[in-house]
């Protein structure tokens, strides 16, 4: 029954979370194209863009911590059914201030997907396997990511562009109902033992309980506030997001104005940059496991190539698309391992019990930076043009390397030598948590 539904959490939390995707990326598949139906420009663009990246943070915080205490069967859920609403609405919207509200409340209901996903994972995987496991179970950001360009371009080539948010929309609602059928709570919901029992693999007394609550104010202070660790994963997070999405954001439209793509070769530069990461993303966490959980060190190795592909992307002639293409697939290889890794790191270096917040907290930060970018990014291209905007983007990722070399040598204790520290404060029982 454990190897089962093991299986069965993985399997669905991979699927919705990549349908999450469908129903938020599909924005700047088409942000071109919209605006010039609706005469919106660049800054405007990016303020929805940022709006949205801004309430995304703040909802994988709040909701992070509220999925510590929710079963993820109808957490998840719920948040498909609030994000497909929002794109049935959005599409069918014409007023800018609407679209702002719209896309706004559509980013706080994207925040209960990343959160009830990572507190599955994490109490039906152990810490032994959790970079493995999670490398896996992330290519779901990439699939989802790169079938988004293809939905959402497709979509608006054929039927308009606000058939880009109605049939991701649609997805998201069968996709809703299929999670309520395949997904679980805790494996003690069912009647089995913790993981740490099945895999033989305790991380310290305090885990042997996972259903133990903690309060709000031991969550917030004590496992996130106090803990220098996850302050230092939320600071290199910040700069990693916004190498992230810059691309994602605003490379069709780029590509577009510059390298006189297409609107079906935009969306499919989308999917490259999606798709390059798989294979990266497996053999990172799978090496983060070999190296004994310094994940920090392959954050770092995989950073320096994206700088490097930025620069190639800046100077690259506007008649080689082939090499344009090729860079955006180098970045994406390489972007998606940090992206995964840091929130692993989080989980690594805090309780089991508060894994929603944590992540939620270092998710906050990430998408600080992509609020910063979308904002900056589109009002230096519309005044000063897109050189402006990718020296930006290059310093971005230079001070990202700065930051996360201090996580180099950083490494998660084997499960038989962890011990009290400031990190890990003194559960109810008198015993420490890792």
């Not at 599909?26 to 949205?52: F, R, W």
């Not at 994406?332 to 890794?341: A, R, W």
Request: hydrophobic share 45%; proline share 5%; aromatic share 14%.
């Amino acid at each position: 029954m454990y190897p089962r539904l093991r299986w069965q959490i993985l399997e669905a939390t991979f699927i919705g979370y990549a349908t999450f995707y469908f129903v938020r990326n599909n924005l700047p598949v088409v942000s071109k194209e919209m605006g010039q139906a609706l005469h919106y420009s660049k800054s405007q663009i990016g303020d929805l863009l940022a709006l949205t990246a801004i309430a995304y943070g703040v909802g994988k915080f709040v909701m992070g911590a509220w999925s510590d205490r929710s079963n993820p069967r109808y957490f998840m859920p719920a948040g498909l059914l609030a994000t497909a609403f929002c794109n049935f609405a959005f599409g069918a919207a014409s007023s800018y201030p609407v679209h702002l509200l719209l896309w706004t409340l559509n980013g706080l209901a994207q925040g209960m997907g990343w959160a009830p996903c990572g507190r599955s994972l994490s109490h039906w995987y152990s810490v032994r396997e959790r970079g493995t496991v999670f490398a896996f179970w992330n290519i779901a950001v990439n699939v989802g990511g790169g079938l988004t360009g293809l939905i959402a371009a497709y979509s608006t080539a054929w039927m308009g562009w606000r058939s880009a948010f109605y049939v991701p929309g649609a997805l998201a609602v069968l996709c809703a109902i299929y999670l309520m059928v395949r997904l679980r709570d805790t494996p003690q919901s069912v009647g089995l033992p913790p993981v740490e029992e099945y895999r033989n693999d305790y991380a310290g007394e305090g885990e042997r309980n996972p259903e133990a609550e903690l309060g709000t104010r031991d969550l917030l202070v004590h496992y996130i506030l106090k803990n220098r660790y996850l302050w230092l994963f939320a600071a290199g997070n910040f700069f990693v997001y916004i190498s992230r999405y810059a691309m994602l954001d605003w490379g069709p439209t780029y590509l577009k104005e510059v390298k006189h793509a297409s609107l079906e070769q935009g969306g499919i530069s989308t999917a490259i940059y999606e798709l390059g990461g798989i294979f990266s993303v497996l053999l990172m966490g799978w090496l983060s496991d070999k190296a004994g959980g310094r994940r920090g060190m392959i954050t770092v190795l995989c950073m320096v190539p994206v700088f490097l592909a930025f620069g190639g992307i800046l100077y690259a002639p506007a008649g080689m698309l082939w090499l344009n293409m090729t860079l955006f697939g180098i970045v994406g290889f390489f972007i998606y391992p940090p992206v995964m890794l840091l929130p692993v790191m989080g989980l690594d270096f805090t309780s089991k019990k508060a894994i929603g917040t944590a992540a939620g907290f270092i998710g906050l930060f990430g998408y600080l930076g992509r609020t910063v970018q979308g904002k900056i990014l589109g009002t230096l291209a519309e005044r000063y043009g897109w050189n402006a905007s990718f020296y930006v983007i290059l310093v971005s990722t230079f001070l990202g390397i700065v930051i996360l070399s201090w996580t180099w040598k950083l490494k998660p204790r084997p499960a038989g030598e962890r011990r009290q520290t400031a990190v890990e404060p003194m559960a109810a029982s008198g015993r420490g948590t890792v």
